[in-house]
């Protein structure tokens, strides 16, 4: 069964400090891996995938990379409307499209 | 886009009512999910369909629950007779084939179960 296990639970950053969230995983053979950014009382928002064990994305101030049994969401700098959930989720694939998601990690950018 | 849309956003019930929960999937996707979201277990998939055919719905809790998906553009999520335990964010996605997985998801339905 596919596990994905998020770290820290909680983390509260001034704003302008640069940090990282992990996403560690166990999978059968991952076919991909999605971070979902998540506001209060929202659905959750895509902001990546990755295919590839050395891959790397980035959208503003978030960079996601990819390992083969982790991945990290760095925020660089980051301000006060970062501040979300933010969910890692894996596929393994063959031919079951289900994402096994984490419990994800709540960032407070402060002022 | 008009996204993923669904259908009450916000829901209270009394014990052993029916409740009904509706979405439509972004125009073209040809997959379609039903997730729940606790503070305690995250988010869970119930059920997903691939061209309107139901293809694994192995996360349904129990019999009370069930879906449905008569054409490409409309899906419910029943639940009857609902239980204060099934309080929680229902949340529909959609995705297509070619996307790499990538699926796209509603604002939600909360659902409050007195």
């Known amino acids: 069964e596919d596990q994905v296990t998020q770290s820290p639970e909680a983390l509260r950053l001034q704003e302008g400090e640069s940090s990282s969230l992990n996403c560690s995983y166990t999978?059968?053979?991952?076919?991909?891996l999605f971070w979902y950014r998540q506001d209060p009382g929202k659905g959750p928002e895509f902001l990546f995938t990755l295919y590839s064990a050395g891959e790397e994305k980035e959208k503003e101030r978030l960079k996601a990379t990819l390992t083969k049994k982790e991945s990290f969401l760095h925020i660089t700098a980051p301000k006060p409307e970062d501040s979300a959930t933010y969910l890692c989720a894996v596929w393994s694939g063959g031919s079951n499209y289900k994402l096994t998601f984490g419990k994800g990690t709540l960032l407070t950018v402060n002022p | 886009d008009a996204g993923v849309i669904q259908s009450p956003r916000h829901e209270v019930t009394e014990m052993g009512q029916e409740v009904t929960l509706r979405c439509k999937p972004i125009s073209g996707h040809d997959y379609l999910f039903w997730y729940r979201q606790t503070m305690m277990r995250g988010l869970e998939l119930l059920i997903y369909f691939n061209n309107n055919v139901p293809i694994d719905d192995s996360g349904m809790p129990e019999d009370r629950f069930s879906a449905k998906m008569p054409n490409a553009s409309f899906s419910t999520l029943k639940i009857q007779p609902s239980e204060p335990r099934d309080s929680a964010v229902y949340f529909c996605?959609?995705?297509?084939?070619?996307?790499?997985?990538?699926?796209?998801f509603g604002e939600g339905s909360w659902l409050t179960v007195v």
């Open positions: 996605a959609s995705g297509w084939t070619a996307s790499g997985n990538t699926i796209y």
């Open positions: 999978v059968s053979g991952l076919r991909g």
